[in-house]
């Protein structure tokens, strides 16, 4: 089963088809297909990674703010 976003990606692709062949085809992947769903996996990957970092520097911060007892500092 293919996923309908990849196909539309590679429809639209037009003018730059050609090279988005040749750069899937250098990486080392058997289709545009294989290539465009490595790099949209990729994509997912460091939006996640992204998240927790924010998720765990937030956490991090807040102990500090509840610490101090006088409100001048």
């Known amino acids: 089963m293919q996923n309908q976003e990849i196909v ?5 692709l037009k003018g730059r088809k050609n090279y988005e062949e040749k750069r899937a085809a250098k990486l080392g992947f058997a289709s545009l297909y ?12 460091a939006l996640e ?5 924010l998720e765990t520097s937030q956490a991090e911060e807040q102990p500090k703010a509840a610490n101090k007892s006088c409100g001048c500092c």
Not at 49 to 53: S, Y
Request: glycine share 4%; charged share 60%.
């Open 8 to 12: 539309k990606i590679i429809e639209n």
């Open 34 to 45: 294989d290539y465009f769903e490595d790099k949209i996996s990729k994509k997912e990957k």
């Open 49 to 53: 990674d992204g998240q927790k970092e």
